[in-house]
Structures are given as C-alpha cells and as structure tokens.
C-alpha cells in the first residue's frame, strides 16, 4: 500500500469534486435547478449517474464478505433497473413531479400521505448511508493504513461540503466519469488476474470448489428471493433513483437510461463476484473481525501501485453512492420542511439538509456493526413494507382511492414492526410462544407484509367510494 499516493490522489479528486461544485453552484437558481439539475439529463449522463448510484463500495465490501449473496444482490438491482427500463420509468417521469410522495399527493389527494411516505423514504436512504460509511471505515482505517478517524472525518465531510455547494449538477458531472475510474480499475484487475493465474478460474477444481462452498452457503430460496426481490422492488420506489428520473429531460430518456444501466450492471457483476469468490478460495478461515476480504484479495492479486488505485476506486464508488443519497434526502425533504415553517423551498434549505444528513448519519454510523448487504436490504425493507402497494397502484390504476392507499400502508408498517418483535430484549414471557412462531416465519416476512399490504389494499379498494380520485 503506497500510504502517500492514495492521500494525495483522495485530496486530489476531492479538490477536484469542490472546484466542479463551485463552477456548477451558478447554475442553481431555484430548488428545481439544485436538485434535478433543471430536468435537462441526456441519456448518457441519467444512465451514468443511476449506474454510479448502484456502483457503490456496500456493493463491493458486501459481495465480498458474501460472494453468493452479493450477486443475487447486483441482480436484484438489474432487475429493478430492467423493469423499470422497460416501461415504469417512462411512467414515473410522467408524473412530472420532485418526489415519490408528491405522487402520492398528486394520485390520492392527501398530503398527509405525501407525508407519511416521504418520512419512510428518508429512513431507507439514511440505512444506505450508514451503509457507504461503514464501507469507508473498513477501506480507510483497516486496509489503507490510516489509523486517524480524522481522515475518515474529513473524507465524510468532504463529500458533505461538495454535494452541498453543486447539487444534482455536480453530481452527474463526477459520476461520469467516476463510473468510467470504478469500471477501468475493477475491470483490469479481474482480467489480469484471470490471464495471469497459474490454475484458470474457470477450471474443473476451481468450479468444483465454487460448487462447495455454494452448497455450504446458508442461503436458502427464501433467503435468495428476499436478497434478490427487495433490491428490486425498492429500486422500484426509491426516491434515489426517481430523482435521476425526475431529472431526464423526456419520458422516454428516463426509461432507456434505465435499461442501459440494467444491462451494464449484469455485465459488471461478474467482477465484484469475482473477487469474493477468490477471498473465499484464498482465505480458508474467517477474516479479523469480518473483515471484507476484497482487499486482501486485491493485496494478493496485483502490485502495491494497483492496489493503492483499487483503494481510490472503492473510494470513489463509496462517494458516488453517497452523494446521491444526500441529495436525494434534501429532495424528500426540502418541501416538508419548507411548508412546515412557512418558507420558500430555496437552495439554503436543500443545502442545510444535506449537511444536517451527513453528520447525523456519520454518528450514527458508531452504532452498527452488522454486515453491509444486510445492513442495506434492512434499510430497503423499512419504506418498501409500507408504500410499494399503493405507489405500484398508482402507475397502473386509474381509479385511485385514499382509504385503499391508506389500508396498504398502515397495515405495511403494522406488519414490518410486527416481525421486528423478537429482536426486542425482556419481552414478556407470555408472548415466549409467539415470538417463537414469528422467528419460524422471519424468512417470509417481507413476501407476508407485503402480501398483507396488497390485500389491505384491495379491501380498502372495496369499501370505500367508488372514483374518488380519477386519474386520466
């Protein structure tokens, strides 16, 4: 590890994302221009930025830490992509709004719903956060020998400080060509270490082997469905990704930016699955700690020079998600904000957000320690428990109705909460039983609460007013 070459390239790029921020920071003369960068993306820039969004270092610590787990992830999220790139995308834009929650005000009449949705979308986005910071701490203070939690600080809060002077045009600018960085980097190494090898990969003990340790794999078809459906369905509602949606300057751009970036991510896969499955092979035994074991693999596999420039490129999927994220939680929140204290929703606003978002997340970033991908896809089901049912009704129903959209939603959290019982400590010992049925039934939870939701849904549907919101 070449200590002062990485400082220097990090210091580098980030002095570069400030000086971006400042030049495109003129651009940015309402709330509209901040966050969706005036709604004037092309596809190559929509298509950059979703792909960088996904591209993130929680993606590649996490499929290395569990290589199997990891690709039915990257496919989850491709497969989200892909149906959205098939036609929901195109009806998303159409809506012509900032939020998904201003959907929801736009299509059931109720701002409280807005509200309520918006509230729930926030706590996913701030999960994922988390997430990219605890992908920072394990690259920072394990692999790159910097032992100063000041660095890691100053990283967090220099991706802070640009997003919050450029907005979404600063964003897309950097996730161009930080895409381009991530794939060169990862890409070359998986093909070196594919040609160079003395036992090829694809070899009949290698296969053999990579056939063990998927059969020793505690990964079971509820398990794998879940990993792969709640990426995919949230990729559906995520406000995250409707934002680079919201921003494309036609319906029909919003929807082939999607499909591309679905495909590019299916070919990319391959390579973070790559690395994990070779810390599976190299590493026979648990890493310190749990360490992801991407980095010793990267150790072992290139010279100190490419390991150093692997380092920047996690470092730079790890911004790229997070900047992301901060601006899309001021776009959820700068209207709730401004209304509640009956101001204008202006680039200050949006700004003070994004910075409020960074610090609180990097706090509480010190209270977890769980592993990434799952980290992620509990921070996925939170808002997608409650409000996949009646957003999904939104893009394919005509007849709209708030009880139904409401019935949906509180029996989405009620059920959420419900299988969340068992991780709660002291819990009387009469609910002993009952717990005990929940915990059978944790692997079905997602699939039953949101099964529960739909047919709150549909007898909410059935008992309330007929065309009490039209939708032409």
């Known amino acids: 590890m070449q200590t002062d070459l990485f400082i220097g390239i990090t210091i580098a790029l980030f002095a570069i994302y400030l000086l971006i921020g400042y030049f495109t920071s003129h651009k940015n003369i309402s709330s509209i221009d ?3 960068a005036g709604r004037s993306l092309g596809v190559p820039a929509v298509t950059a930025t979703l792909l960088a969004a996904q591209v993130g270092g929680g993606m590649f610590l996490g499929t290395a830490q569990n290589p199997f787990h990891g690709l039915l992830y990257i496919f989850g999220i491709a497969l989200g992509l892909l149906i959205l790139g ?25 701002i409280a719903l807005h509200h309520l949705s918006g509230f729930l979308s926030a706590i996913s986005l701030l999960g994922i956060l988390i997430a990219q910071i605890l992908a920072a701490k394990s690259v920072l203070l394990t692999f790159a020998d910097i032992q100063s939690e000041m660095f890691l600080l100053c990283f967090w809060l220099g991706i802070v400080a640009y997003t919050m002077i450029g907005g979404l045009h600063t964003i897309v ?15 070359s190494i998986c093909i070196y270490s594919l040609l160079t090898s003395p036992v090829s990969f694809f070899s009949q003990p290698n296969l053999s082997a990579i056939a063990t340790l998927f059969n020793k794999t505690d990964i079971g078809w509820a398990q794998a469905l879940r990993i792969i459906l709640i990426p995919a369905f949230f990729c559906l509602i995520e406000h995250d990704i409707s934002q680079k949606f919201f921003s494309a300057r036609t319906q029909k751009f919003a929807s082939i930016s999607a499909l591309c970036a679905s495909i590019l991510l299916i070919l990319f896969s391959f390579v973070p699955f790559y690395f994990g499955i070779q810390g599976k092979l190299l590493f026979h035994t648990h890493l310190i700690g749990g360490v992801s074991p991407l980095l010793p693999v990267l150790t072992a596999l290139t010279s100190t020079f490419f390991f150093t420039m692997a380092l920047c490129g996690i470092l730079a999927a790890i911004t790229s998600t997070s900047d992301s994220i901060l601006c899309a939680l001021s776009g959820i929140l700068t209207k709730p904000l401004s209304a509640l204290f009956s101001i204008q929703p202006t680039v200050f606003l949006s700004r003070m957000i994004i910075f409020c978002a960074g610090l609180a997340t990097l706090a509480a970033s010190y209270l977890f320690t769980e592993k990434i991908i799952e980290v992620l896809v509990d921070s996925y089901e939170i808002s997608l428990c409650a409000i996949f049912v009646p957003f999904i009704a939104t893009l394919f129903l005509k007849d709209l109705r708030p009880h139904a959209a409401w019935a949906a939603t509180i029996t989405g959290i009620m059920l959420f909460l419900l299988f969340k019982l068992p991780a709660i400590h002291y819990l009387p010992a009469k609910l002993t039983h009952f717990t005990e049925i929940l915990i059978a039934y944790e692997p079905y939870a997602t699939f039953i609460t949101l099964f529960g939701s739909l047919i709150a849904y549909g007898i909410g549907f059935a008992f309330s007013k007929k065309n009490v919101v039209q939708i032409n």
């Open 34 to 36: 901040y966050l969706f």
């Open 86 to 110: 098939l036609g929901l995308a195109e009806r998303v834009r159409a809506f012509n709004v900032g939020t998904v929650g201003e959907i929801f005000e736009k299509t059931y009449q109720s």
């Open 173 to 187: 600018i950097t996730d161009f060509f930080r895409i381009i960085f991530i794939i060169l980097i990862f890409s």
